[in-house]
């Protein structure tokens, strides 16, 4: 797939306010592409940009090889689901999909053979005669979508398209967003402040912050090797740590000194250099939690710590372990359920443990780092998301909000 939508050097103001900050951005035909990131990152501005109801301050927009830019809306081969579907009330579905075509006076007979492609599509032949009001929000979502490719878009855009859905209608429109971009194979812009969705649905994904792009990556990416300390607490949960590094080993691993870890490795990817300040993330499925003392630890990446908390969740069961001044996340999947066997619980001294390939290192004092403690509360009381140490700076980074 080669590139063929393309930001260049995007930005816009409303006021003082920076909402999007010198973008640059490629995206290839085809891709199901997502901008993600918290409320105010400037994710859905660029969809605007992009869409013509916004114009840039500096910057273009390219589609195809053509400048776009200066094109009026109705001009432009992008479409628009908005997370209020906008179906006319007092028109059918079978007339609500029609719509596009009718003021483009195409052949009656061309707009009822595409019609009825697109109820296909939807699986809603039996719902044609009905109203939105007598739909269910996943219907009317549907709808919305069939509306918006009927007339061949060479993009489509889905603004946060899931967010007045209940849980389980949300997953469901997952599968079923996906299984249809497979089918008319056209591109995806979708934005949302949801991982899950994110995650769930893109080839790729650029995580937003302040106007600008954090990090653009593959999921897998973004999730095991994200480039930023903002990206690593905002992508899932990740435990962090204050850190230097002493020495450098081999194979591409280092040895780092954190207060209170008897002895650290960690993969160097980034190749930070000895005497650099770090945060060292791990993720909370990473970690073995045991009360014994692992046999194979090899004296490094085990610690010794408290059971201060457990949450039982079915599939997995969360553990938070005071290690020092460390109050660390750790998930234990049950992969089996034995019945006679002692769960870990609370007050018991346990065994914390990692592989050096677990892990992940990000230089310290950046301005990702600033960002970091930016990201809006959880709830009432929670710090941004984030366990703070004695020094201010974060040390656990809970689960995002959804």
């Given at each position: 797939m080669s590139d063929f939508l393309e930001f260049k050097d995007v930005s816009k103001h409303f006021g003082k306010v920076r909402a999007v900050d010198h973008v640059s951005l490629s995206i290839k035909k085809g891709e199901f592409f997502s901008l993600l990131g918290?409320?105010?990152?400037?994710?859905?501005?660029?969809?605007?940009?992009?869409?013509?109801?916004?114009?840039?301050?500096?910057?273009?927009?390219?589609l195809d090889g053509q400048d776009i830019t200066d094109l009026p809306p109705n001009h432009r081969k992008v479409n628009t689901i908005f997370q209020s579907y906008a179906l006319f009330p007092h028109m059918t579905v079978w007339q609500n999909i029609a719509f596009g075509l009718q003021i483009a006076r195409r052949p009656r007979a061309e707009?009822?053979?595409?019609?009825?492609?697109m109820l296909a599509l939807i699986q809603m032949k039996d719902?044609?005669?009905?109203?939105?009001?007598?739909?269910s929000g996943g219907q009317k979502q549907r709808v919305a979508v069939a509306r918006a490719l009927i007339n061949k878009?060479?993009?489509?855009?889905?603004?946060?398209?899931?967010?007045?859905?209940?849980?389980?209608?949300?997953?469901?429109?997952?599968?079923?967003?996906?299984?249809?971009?497979?089918?008319v194979g056209i591109t995806f812009l979708y934005v949302t402040h949801d991982q899950g969705e994110a995650m769930s649905l893109s080839d790729r994904i650029a995580v937003m912050n302040g106007g600008k792009i954090e990090q653009i990556g593959t999921p897998g990416e973004i999730y095991e090797a994200p480039k930023s300390s903002f990206v690593a607490a905002f992508i899932g949960d990740a435990n962090f740590f204050e850190g230097k590094v002493v020495e450098l080993l081999d194979d591409n691993f280092c040895r780092l000194e954190v207060e209170g870890f008897p002895d650290v490795v960690c993969y160097n990817d980034n190749q930070i250099h000895v005497g650099n300040p770090v945060y060292l993330s791990v993720r909370p499925e990473k970690f073995r939690i045991s009360r014994d003392?692992?046999?194979?630890d090899n004296h490094h990446n085990v610690v010794q710590g408290r059971v201060e908390d457990v949450i039982y969740l079915g599939s997995v069961t969360k553990y938070w372990v005071r290690v020092q001044d460390y109050r660390i996340s750790v998930y234990q999947q049950h992969s089996r359920f034995m019945l006679d066997e002692k769960p870990i619980t609370w007050k018991e001294i346990v065994w914390l443990s990692w592989h050096g390939d677990d892990g992940f290192m990000l230089e310290r004092y950046s301005e990702s780092d600033e960002k970091l403690m930016e990201l809006p509360p959880d709830e009432p009381g929670d710090t941004n998301g984030v366990s703070l140490g004695a020094n201010g700076l974060p040390v656990v980074a809970r689960a995002t909000r959804t």
């Open positions: 918290p409320s105010g990152c400037g994710k859905t501005t660029l969809l605007r940009i992009l869409a013509g109801f916004e114009y840039p301050d500096t910057g273009r927009v390219i707009i009822s053979e595409e019609v009825d492609k719902q044609a005669h009905k109203r939105p009001d007598q739909l878009p060479q993009v489509l855009l889905l603004d946060e398209p899931l967010a007045a859905l209940d849980l389980k209608l949300r997953q469901r429109m997952l599968i079923e967003l996906d299984q249809i971009h497979d089918e003392r692992p046999l194979e």
